[in-house]
């Protein structure tokens, strides 16, 4: 079963094994990378398979400072990425499946998740759409590799009434 849970700073050891393909690496970095970096309004977190984290992402409360095509009250999800031994088993797809349920219920007051999703990776976008991201046709051209599609989750539509 795949689940999603928060990663505190401290676990390095946790996540430390988990690693993609290196063509893949310049899309969503790696886990050192990640911890690396001084982004106090980032939050990590894990996916996990029947308990083993397979899987890392970051969500940024401070998105639309740091881009200006975000939108106040939207966070970003950042640096996604399944163990390259996990992929090609729907790990990814559970994951975007079991997100939007978890990000409503961490962040309450988030109305949306945002991400970038670069064109020349088609396999990640399609597993974005298939968790029920939307792409409204907007590029964002800031990136390093090529342009990227900017891709919207409407959270709302998971909270409970």
């Given at each position: 079963m795949?689940?999603l849970?928060?990663?505190?700073?401290h676990?390095?050891d946790r996540?430390?094994?988990?690693?993609?393909?290196?063509?893949?690496e310049?899309?969503?970095g790696s886990?050192?990378?990640h911890?690396?970096?001084?982004e106090p309004?980032?939050?990590?977190n894990?996916?996990?398979?029947?308990?083993e984290?397979?899987?890392?992402?970051?969500?940024?409360?401070?998105?639309?400072?740091?881009?200006?095509?975000?939108?106040?009250?939207?966070i970003?999800?950042?640096?996604?990425?399944?163990?390259?031994d996990?992929?090609?088993?729907?790990?990814?797809?559970?994951a975007?499946?079991?997100l939007?349920?978890?990000?409503?219920r961490?962040?309450?007051?988030?109305g949306?998740c945002?991400?970038?999703?670069?064109?020349?990776?088609?396999?990640?976008?399609?597993?974005?759409?298939?968790?029920g991201f939307?792409?409204?046709?907007?590029?964002?051209?800031?990136?390093?590799?090529?342009a990227?599609?900017?891709l919207?989750?409407?959270?709302?539509?998971?909270?409970?009434?």
């Amino acid at each position: 079963m795949i689940t999603l849970e928060p990663l505190a700073r401290h676990e390095f050891d946790r996540v430390s094994h988990i690693r993609v393909a290196p063509e893949q690496e310049p899309f969503c970095g790696s886990i050192a990378t990640h911890f690396a970096m001084d982004e106090p309004g980032c939050d990590f977190n894990i996916v996990a398979r029947d308990g083993e984290p397979v899987g890392f992402f970051k969500i940024d409360r401070d998105y639309p400072s740091r881009y200006e095509f975000a939108r106040p009250g939207e966070i970003g999800l950042r640096g996604m990425m399944i163990d390259r031994d996990q992929q090609g088993r729907g790990t990814g797809k559970a994951a975007m499946l079991a997100l939007g349920p978890y990000l409503t219920r961490r962040y309450p007051e988030a109305g949306i998740c945002i991400l970038t999703v670069n064109i020349v990776n088609p396999a990640a976008r399609a597993i974005y759409l298939a968790g029920g991201f939307v792409d409204e046709g907007e590029l964002y051209h800031g990136g390093n590799l090529s342009a990227q599609h900017i891709l919207r989750l409407n959270l709302r539509k998971f909270a409970v009434a």
